[in-house]
């Protein structure tokens, strides 16, 4: 297994420095601080801070026209450390947590609000044209939503809204429509969404969780972690409008702390908005409530239900804004039989999410939850089932398996992890060359009990043999060209979020060199190490900490990490149904059009099936309805 101290630290970077480029270096080194056990961040800092530095180095001796030019430590560092200020930030970390040089307060404006200046834009009469242009492009439901939430955030008035629409119906657009023309005008939009890859989708967005400090361990009175006076506080008071998207996925708990937060704040200098909803700021969620609720490990559906927004005491304040036209229909470019075509799936697609289609009990289910496929959309076949699939999904994969466009867009979906882990199993012995196994380093990060003999109730073996959802594994088998998910957050302003999908260019003993192939920064190499990852689970008294790189082959993914993907090929695996709301319509929401999109069901005698279930809580979608009537 791998072995932790500085000296490992030392290594990595001996390693990368032999191909990265000081701007990948500069971000390895804020990610090991941030995510890994360093005993000396200094230390590792002093090594190696001039190989942070080549480009630097270049960019003056290039203003000085003067190749020879050999610039002096002095002032190398102030420049190097205003770079990894930015880059701790975007990182959701601060680089005052770390003993590492300072700059000098009365001469540097990167003292003044950094998380401010951030948030405004350096064009706005670029951002304006952006703006008009965008503007002029909204639909009849778009323009009603933008009209009425502009209108709020220029007269300066409270307003709480939920933008409600299914894929296809432009609310990305919306948000990005609504961003630029308030940032146009010199005021400040706070783009959240509740998934990582969700926040890529908007210019300057981040998760909720990380722009908002929001704890991960919530109740009925947690707050966020803002303190009266902070950078980040003095931010919220200063924003004119907060977009939070995907956001039925996200438990009532997180608004709450928000909105708790958002009143201590924003009551210091005006009293009276500590009895306003979000401290009377304008705050706009957005999602589709057909779609995946928030997960409650081992929740009932009364569990679920319950930790909707629906259930808040927050609700009763929403103004309920609907998005109803498909714009994928709008296309002037679509043949009328396409677009009858397309008219027809859509229809079928909310069908699901609404509980409308026909629907037939089986054995002793309380409430009748079984559906009939389309035949067009199965694959039945009497052999290899698994192999099928991947043919349809991904066809002639030995000569794409290195395609950036070929790969980004396809994917087979799975209601669990270990048919996940099967599928992708499958696919990564057919990609060329020999895989490398890489072995985590598992250990009890803290425990809620002490006991003396933990090492002989819970042996390495036993750690090594856990395999938790949204985790890696112990054992790791990577080839270069194999397609791999990020599993956490490590700078969502390079595109570096959970669920942005990479492909390996190169294998390292301690680094691993990537490819972004979804998001913004499609193409960008990136350099990933191993971090310090925990998880915990009710049935054990301990937090495991696992050290392995934080990734997963993703050929395959489940339903949950499939939301907010954006597919043209679809292929869904169901070993066994679905077992809980939206995860269905999830799946099949993905495809774009009906040809894009293939079912694989398994009968329990191992045979092709064309009835699955389909599971939609009626009583969420019906609060949804009242708010909107």
């Not at 977009?243 to 996925?249: L, Q, S, T, Y």
């Not at 924003?266 to 500590?274: G, H, I, R, T, V």
């Not at 809980?580 to 293939?598: D, F, I, K």
């Amino acid at each position: 297994g791998l072995l932790e101290s500085d000296n490992e630290w030392s290594l990595l970077f001996d390693e990368a420095i032999l191909s990265a480029s000081s701007h990948q270096l500069r971000q390895l080194f804020v990610t090991v601080s941030l995510h890994c056990s360093v005993g000396n961040v200094r230390a590792l800092f002093d090594k190696y801070w001039l190989y942070f530095t080549d480009d630097i180095n270049r960019s003056l001796t290039r203003a000085l026209a003067n190749s020879r030019y050999i610039v002096p430590p002095e002032q190398l560092m102030p420049l190097l450390i205003k770079k990894l200020t930015q880059l701790f930030s975007d990182s959701g970390g601060n680089i005052d947590d770390f003993n590492l040089p300072k700059l000098s307060a009365r001469n540097d404006p990167m003292y003044e609000n950094r998380l401010l200046n951030d948030e405004l834009d350096v064009e706005p009469l670029v951002l304006s044209m952006q703006a008009q242009s965008l503007l002029s492009q909204l639909n009849t439901d778009q323009r009603h939503v933008y009209d009425t939430i502009i209108g709020r955030v220029l007269s300066s008035l409270p307003g709480f809204f939920f933008v409600s629409g299914h894929g296809g119906t432009g609310k990305t657009f919306l948000w990005n429509t609504l961003i630029a023309n308030i940032r146009s005008k010199g005021k400040i939009v706070l783009a959240v969404a509740s998934s990582g890859v969700a926040s890529l989708l908007m210019p300057k967005g981040r998760t909720a969780h990380s722009r908002f400090k929001i704890p991960f361990d919530m109740n009925e009175t947690t707050m966020c972690t803002i303190r009266r006076g902070t950078m980040l506080a003095e931010l919220i008071q200063v924003s004119s409008l907060i977009v939070w998207d995907e956001a039925p996925m996200t438990h009532r708990h997180c608004f709450e702390a928000l909105d708790r937060t958002m009143r201590d704040i924003l009551s210091e200098d005006e009293p009276a908005n500590a009895i306003i909803p979000f401290g009377g700021k304008v705050v706009v969620l957005g999602g589709d409530f057909r779609q995946i609720l928030p997960v409650v490990r081992k929740g009932s559906r009364s569990a679920i239900v319950n930790a909707c927004i629906t259930n808040s005491r927050l609700w009763r304040h929403v103004s309920f804004l609907s998005l109803h036209t498909n714009m994928r229909l709008a296309n002037p470019c679509l043949p009328s039989e396409k677009r009858a075509a397309l008219a027809e799936f859509s229809k079928w697609v909310l069908s699901i999410g609404d509980g409308t289609v026909p629907v037939e009990k089986m054995g002793d289910e309380a409430e009748p939850s079984w559906i009939t496929i389309p035949p067009d959309l199965l694959i039945h076949v009497d052999g290899d089932k698994i192999l099928a699939l991947i043919t349809e999904v991904y066809p002639n994969f030995i000569a794409n398996h290195r395609n950036y466009d070929y790969l980004a867009v396809r994917a087979i979906i799975c209601p669990n992890n270990s048919t996940v882990d099967d599928i992708n199993e499958r696919i990564v012995s057919m990609v060329p060359g020999n895989g490398v196994e890489y072995i985590s380093c598992d250990t009890i990060s803290k425990s809620a009990e002490h006991i003396p003999d933990f090492d002989v109730l819970y042996p390495t073996e036993f750690l090594n043999s856990i395999n938790a959802p949204n985790f890696p594994c112990h054992k790791l088998v990577l080839k270069e060209g194999a397609m791999v998910m990020l599993l956490r957050n490590l700078n969502q302003t390079m595109g570096l979020c959970n669920g942005t999908r990479l492909l390996i260019s190169q294998l390292g003993q301690r680094v691993l060199r990537c490819i972004i192939l979804t998001g913004s920064r499609i193409g960008n190499e990136v350099f990933i190490p191993r971090i310090a990852l925990n998880t915990t689970n009710v049935k054990w008294p301990f937090t495991l900490q696992r050290t392995q790189f934080p990734l997963r082959i993703c050929y395959a993914m489940t339903i949950n990490k499939s939301q907010g993907q954006t597919l043209s090929t679809v292929g869904l695996y169901l070993k066994k149904p679905v077992f809980t709301h939206g995860q269905l319509y999830v799946v099949v929401s993905r495809a774009t059009s009906r040809e894009g999109l293939r079912i694989v069901i398994e009968n329990d005698d191992g045979s092709c099936g064309s009835c699955t279930r389909n599971v939609v809580y009626h009583e969420v979608l019906d609060a949804a309805l009242a708010a909107s009537s």
